[in-house]
């Protein structure tokens, strides 16, 4: 990926999703615990380039994408590299840490990381849309504004909840994070999405 392409992922997904992270903590927490998102452009140019770094470890490791990378990785794994990167790249800062700050806080940056490969995840699908005609989908996929997730058993957290969980416990535990398993997930909510899609469309067809 460009770095002009990673740029628009950048304003459209990645700073948005810090964004939106930063909004949802009171301000009497982002005062006490100076939490700050970096959304400057130094920060974009060095995610940037810890992507590429993720990247390419995934290249060299799973894939072979031929001498000019004609095969290229697809946007599930591309999206799963923005996360890796975002786990080694922390976005929101905040101090001091005591142990009475709060989960929303402590599991900020988890939330931007995942967040974020949803938010890229929702472009890929509506540039596919765009690009395959798909005009009555496309339009659909506007007004949901993001992906809808699966329904969990009630008593437990929230598919989102859960997935940023995952991430926060698996990297403060100091497990490697899974891009390939990651990715997989992230075909499940695009399909869970189309199908979603689709059966509406079909309904208000018949």
């Known amino acids: 990926m460009k770095l002009e392409t990673f740029k628009y992922i950048w304003e459209q997904g ?11 903590i009171t301000p009497d927490l982002q005062t006490k615990y100076s939490v700050h ?11 940037y380039h810890e992507y590429e770094t993720v ?8 894939f072979d994408t031929g001498k000019d990378e004609e095969n290229r990785i697809d946007g599930h794994k591309i999206c799963a590299c923005i996360t ?4 080694n790249v922390r976005m929101i800062s905040y101090s001091p840490v005591d142990d009475e700050m709060p989960i929303k806080v402590v ?16 472009l890929f699908v ?22 809808i997730f699966p329904e969990t058993n009630p008593g437990h957290d929230s598919y989102a909840q859960g997935r ?8 403060l535990n100091g497990n490697d994070f899974d891009v390939l398993m990651y990715a997989d997930m992230l075909f499940w909510i695009e399909k869970y999405n189309k199908e979603l899609i689709n059966n509406k469309l ?4 018949d």
């Open 126 to 147: 509506l540039s596919d849309f765009q690009r395959e005609g798909k005009e009555e989908c496309y339009d659909e996929l506007i007004k949901q504004s993001t992906f």
């Open 107 to 122: 599991y900020a940056n988890y939330e931007v990381a995942f967040l974020a490969s949803i938010y890229a995840m929702y």
């Open 84 to 87: 890796g990167a975002l786990l």
């Open 14 to 24: 990645i700073a948005k999703a810090a964004q939106d992270v930063l909004e949802e």
């Open 37 to 47: 998102a970096d959304v400057s452009e130094a920060m974009c140019d060095k995610l």
């Open 55 to 62: 990247r390419q470890v995934v290249r060299k490791r799973y």
């Open 164 to 171: 940023i969980k995952t991430l926060a416990l698996n990297d």
């Open 202 to 205: 079909q309904i208000e067809c």
